[in-house]
C-alpha cells in the first residue's frame, strides 16, 4: 500500500503541470506579449492586379501599400498608386491604430483623413474622411502564412448603392 503524501503527489503533480501550461499559454497571448510581437501587416504589400474586381473599370499599372511602425506606438501607411500613364498619386497617415483621426499627406482626392483600429492582430480597420464627410470603409486581413492581405472596400456608388470589393496584395518585403 502506498503512503497518503505519495497519492496526494501522484494526484497533485499532474494537476499542477496542467494549471502551469495553462499559465504560460494565458501569458503568451496576453496584450503586451501581442503587442510586442512584429505585426503582419508590417512591410510592403503589392496588389495583384490579376484578380481585380470585374466592378473596378481600368486597373492602375501598380499599386504598392508600406505599413511601417515609426515608433511610440505609432504607425505609418503610405500608398503609391502608379496610373497607366505613368503618374505617381501618393498618399500618407502616420496614426496610432486604436481608432482615432489622423491627418492624411499627399494626394487627397480620395481622404484627407484616417481613424485606423486594430482589432486583431491580423486584421486592421481604416475609416476614411474626406472634407470632414465618410469617403470609405476599409478592412484588411492577412493569412496566417503573412504572405497575401485582403483589402475589403466599402463604399457607396453614384446611385447611393453600398458595395464591397476585394483586393488581393502579396507580400513584397
Do not use: C
Not at 499599386?63 to 500618407?92: C, E, P, S
Request: net charge neutral; aromatic share 6%; proline share 8%.
Amino acid at each position: 500500500m502506498s503512503n497518503p503524501l505519495s497519492r496526494r503527489l501522484t494526484i497533485f503533480l499532474p494537476i499542477a503541470a496542467t494549471i502551469a501550461s495553462l499559465a504560460s499559454a494565458t501569458i503568451a497571448q496576453s496584450p503586451s506579449a501581442v503587442s510586442m510581437a512584429r505585426s503582419p501587416f508590417l512591410g510592403e504589400w503589392e496588389l495583384d492586379l490579376t484578380r481585380m474586381p470585374a466592378t473596378y473599370g481600368p486597373p492602375p499599372k501598380r499599386v504598392l501599400y508600406r505599413f511601417q511602425d515609426i515608433g511610440n506606438g505609432k504607425w505609418r501607411t503610405t500608398v503609391d498608386i502608379t496610373a497607366q500613364d505613368g503618374g505617381v498619386g501618393h498618399m500618407a497617415v502616420a496614426y496610432r491604430p486604436d481608432g482615432t483621426a489622423a491627418p492624411g499627406e499627399g494626394e487627397t482626392s480620395e481622404a484627407d483623413s484616417a481613424a485606423i483600429l486594430m482589432p486583431a492582430p491580423n486584421v486592421l480597420v481604416m475609416n476614411l474622411a474626406r472634407n470632414k464627410m465618410p469617403a470609405s470603409v476599409r478592412v484588411y486581413s492577412v493569412t496566417t502564412d503573412g504572405r497575401e492581405m485582403t483589402e475589403s472596400a466599402a463604399n457607396v456608388d453614384d446611385q447611393g448603392q453600398p458595395f464591397v470589393r476585394n483586393f488581393h496584395f502579396r507580400r513584397v518585403s
